[in-house]
C-alpha cells in the first residue's frame, strides 16, 4: 500500500492569515519584532488555527506511545526491558515526570501500550515488543500497516474530541537504537554519527549501539524511498503508530509540539507519509542525542529550548508548551496602539 492511499493530502497553514498575524504583531504595544521568537510562534499558531488573532489553546494533550524493542536484547540500553512496564504503570498513575509537567502545562497524559512486551490486547496492540532490527524485521507488512492505523486513529479520537494541540511522547527500553537508525538511513549519516548515549549507556554499551545501529542502516540501504518499508524494517510498532499519529494530526490541521529523538526520528517518517505534514510542527527543545540535530535539521525546524534533556516521554514538550500558550496569550490579550492610546513610532 502507498502512503497517498493512507493519509488524505495535507493542506498548509493559512498563508493569509499568516500576512494577518504578522500585520497585527505590528499594532501590539511593543515595538515591531522585540518580542522575537514569541511572535513568530503566535503567528504560525493563527495561520494553523486559521483566524487572527488565534483562539487560546484550552485542551493540549500528551499521547504517550510505549513500546518495546527487540534490540534491546543486543546490550544498547543501561536498564533492563522491565523497566518499559513499570514506567508505563508510573505513567498511568501519575507519577512520571511527563505527569508533573503535564500539569504545570495544563496538559492531559495519555498512554497508549502499542507493544509493550507482556500479554494484552486492545484496539491499540499491534504486537507483543518486535524484531530485533539489525538482524530481523521490526514486524511484518500487515503490522506495519496497523501500526500506522493505530496512529491515525489516535490522533482522530483526540482531535474529535477537542484536542486543539497535540504532543507525542515516547516510552520504551531501547527506543533510541530504532531512533538512531531511522535518522541515520534518512539523513545518509554515519552511524558513529547519529548513536548517542540513550539512558547512559558506558563505552561498550555504545559500541554494541553503533553495531546494532550499523546492521540495522545496512538492511534499508537502497530502500531510502520507501518509508513504509524503511518503517516496517528498522523502527518498532510504537515508532510507526507516532509517526501514524503525526502525519494524521497535519491532515487533521492540528499543530503539534515535537519533543525528542524518538518522537523526532518518527516525525522524520510522518512527513514522508503525509508530505507537507511539517508544517504543523513545532520543535519544543533540543535533545542530548546527536541524532535529533539530525533530524531536526532534516525537518528544518528551530527548537525553542536547549535544556540537555534526554527523557523523552514528551518531556521537552511538555516544558516548551507553557511558552506557546503565551506566545498565543500575547496575540490576545496584548493591548493595541489605538485601544490603549498610545503613540506608534513615526
Not at 504578522?22 to 495561520?47: F, H
Not at 507519577?95 to 501500550?113: E, H, W
Not at 522524520?268 to 540535530?293: C, D, S, T, V
Request: charged share 25%; aromatic share 4%.
Amino acid at each position: 500500500m502507498l502512503p497517498a492511499e493512507l493519509f488524505a493530502k495535507v493542506d498548509a497553514p493559512s498563508f493569509e492569515v499568516r500576512e494577518q498575524a504578522e500585520a497585527y504583531q505590528k499594532t501590539l504595544t511593543k515595538p515591531a519584532g522585540s518580542l522575537g521568537r514569541l511572535e513568530q510562534i503566535g503567528v504560525w499558531m493563527s495561520s494553523c488555527q486559521g483566524v487572527c488573532p488565534p483562539r487560546p489553546i484550552r485542551d493540549p494533550r500528551i499521547i504517550v506511545f510505549a513500546g518495546d524493542h527487540g534490540v534491546a536484547q543486543r546490550g544498547v540500553s543501561a536498564y533492563p526491558a522491565e523497566v518499559s512496564l513499570q514506567m508505563a504503570a508510573n505513567i498511568e498513575a501519575g507519577g512520571a515526570a511527563i505527569n508533573v509537567l503535564g500539569r504545570a502545562a495544563g496538559a492531559s497524559v495519555r498512554v497508549v501500550d502499542v507493544s509493550l512486551d507482556h500479554d494484552a490486547e486492545g484496539e491499540d496492540r499491534v504486537r507483543r515488543s518486535c524484531g530485533s532490527i539489525d538482524a530481523v524485521d521490526a514486524m511484518t507488512e500487515l503490522e506495519v500497516l496497523r501500526a500506522i492505523q493505530v496512529g491515525q486513529r489516535i490522533a482522530d479520537q483526540e482531535v474529535d474530541s477537542g484536542a486543539d494541540l497535540l504532543i507525542a511522547g515516547d516510552l520504551g527500553i531501547g527506543n533510541t537504537t530504532p531512533a538512531a537508525a531511522l535518522v541515520g538511513a534518512m539523513t545518509k549519516s554515519e552511524p558513529v554519527v547519529v548513536v548517542g548515549r540513550g539512558t547512559g549507556i558506558d563505552d561498550e554499551g555504545w559500541k554494541r549501539k553503533v553495531a546494532a545501529v550499523r546492521d540495522a542502516m545496512f538492511r534499508v540501504r537502497n530502500q531510502h524511498h520507501d518509508a513504509i518499508t524503511v518503517l516496517r524494517a528498522i523502527s518498532s510498532p510504537d515508532l510507526t503508530a507516532m509517526a501514524g499519529f503525526l502525519a494524521q494530526a497535519s491532515v487533521r490541521r492540528t499543530p503539534v509540539i515535537l519533543d525528542g529523538v524518538v518522537v523526532t526520528s518518527a516525525a522524520i517518517m510522518a512527513n514522508k507519509l503525509a508530505p507537507g505534514a511539517r508544517q504543523w510542527w513545532l520543535a519544543g527543545h533540543r535533545g542530548a542525542e546527536p541524532a535529533h540535530k539530525l533530524a531536526l535539521r532534516a525537518l528544518k525546524l528551530e527548537p525553542l529550548l536547549d535544556f540537555k534533556m534526554r527523557l523523552g516521554e514528551g518531556s521537552g514538550a511538555a516544558v516548551a508548551l507553557p511558552i506557546v500558550k503565551a506566545a498565543v496569550d500575547i496575540m490576545i490579550d496584548m493591548a493595541t496602539f489605538e485601544s490603549a492610546g498610545v503613540s506608534e513610532k513615526e
